[in-house]
């Protein structure tokens, strides 16, 4: 069974060393010296991100990879001033679509964008994609704290929908303010790293409610052909969609349809590398398998707990396994 992946990242050391001056993310500044240190002291740049040719194809073969949608990982190349946001994205997705030029039957990209600066991100969005075949964008947490559904960010979404191309949510940590009012405990600490406020829950709570938030704004009655990739099976939402229609209706949000049916309908959902049959049951019988894809978030998940076998060896038809592997991700991202 052919099998693609869309939630697969990519270094380069190229950007990389313009980007680690800056450290994280401006909406990060506030926190205490500590903890920013830990966070700044995260810049991968590990093999299993920059190297293709070895590590990766090997990554690839032992999990029968067909094909990885790749995307940079965290801090994007966007977590820069927005003066240099616009020129250091054209270069990364100039650098990107070299991997993909070189192995197009095996690499397909996401376009990494300059938030900050939606006009030019619309227009690099469309050169990824008309001129560099990229299949969309993967976008992460706020832009400096600003949530995507403020007005300033509408012309990047209404050029995917223009372009029908979706747009991949990828957790970011959370802003200091957030982190410090929820995060931290005198009980404990868990937040200098991969841990409470991060990987551990804090940035799928944040990255889940913000597609809430986008859902909320009307985006898709404005853009009807407008969609989104969630990762880690929906960061959470899922679960709420039933409350979120009990109270949320639509005469309290002025929202033409159920919160859920937006959900159903504009969005998908992928695994992330979190292998768990009972959600994948539950995200096939709620979203149906049509809305799911499959994806393994290299090199992120210990990879001796990677597995595709998990998906073929399920219990699900194979039809829902083919829809999974590769026929939903070639009708998204119009990979045939
Ligand atoms: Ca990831």
Redesign the pocket.
């Given at each position: 069974m052919k099998i693609i992946t869309l939630?697969e990242?990519y270094a380069d050391k190229r950007i990389i060393d313009q980007t680690a001056k800056y450290g994280c993310q401006t909406g990060l500044r506030d926190l205490p010296e500590k903890i920013l240190n830990a966070y700044n002291s995260m810049r991968f740049t590990g093999d299993n991100l920059t190297d293709v040719d070895t590590v990766r194809f090997d990554f690839m073969r032992e999990q029968k990879v067909d094909m990885q949608v790749l995307s940079y990982?965290?801090p994007v190349p966007d977590s820069v001033p927005p003066e240099e946001a616009v020129r250091i994205c054209k270069e990364a997705n100039d650098i990107l679509s070299e991997i993909v030029r070189k192995y197009p039957d095996r690499f397909a990209a996401f376009a990494t964008l300059p938030m900050g600066s939606p006009v030019e991100a619309a227009k690099e969005l469309e050169r990824c994609v008309k001129d560099l075949h990229f299949v969309g964008a993967l976008i992460t947490g706020t832009w400096r704290g600003k949530f995507y559904d403020d007005p300033m960010f509408f012309p990047i979404f209404e050029k995917a929908a223009e372009l029908d191309v979706p747009i991949s949510w990828?957790?970011e940590f959370p802003n200091a303010k957030i982190q410090t009012h929820y995060y931290f405990s005198d009980s404990y600490s868990l937040i200098t790293g991969m841990e409470f406020a991060t990987a551990g829950l804090g940035w799928h709570l944040d990255i889940g409610l913000h597609m809430a938030r986008m859902v909320l704004s009307g985006i898709f009655d404005k853009l009807p052909n407008l969609k989104f990739i969630s990762?880690h099976w929906g960061e959470g939402i899922p679960s709420m969609l039933d409350r979120m229609d009990q109270i949320l209706r639509p005469k309290t949000t002025g929202l033409k349809k159920k919160i859920s049916e937006y959900y159903h309908e504009n969005i998908y959902f992928t695994p992330?590398g979190i292998l768990s049959k009972d959600q994948l049951e539950y995200m096939v019988k709620v979203f149906g398998a049509e809305h799911i894809i499959w994806a393994l978030?290299y090199p992120?998940v210990p990879f001796d707990s990677c597995s595709t076998d998990f998906l073929l060896n399920s219990d699900l038809t194979e039809q829902e396994k083919e829809l999974i592997a590769h026929v939903n991700a070639e009708k998204l991202l119009h990979l045939k």
């Open positions: 939630e990242h990982t965290n990828h957790p990762g992330s978030d992120y």
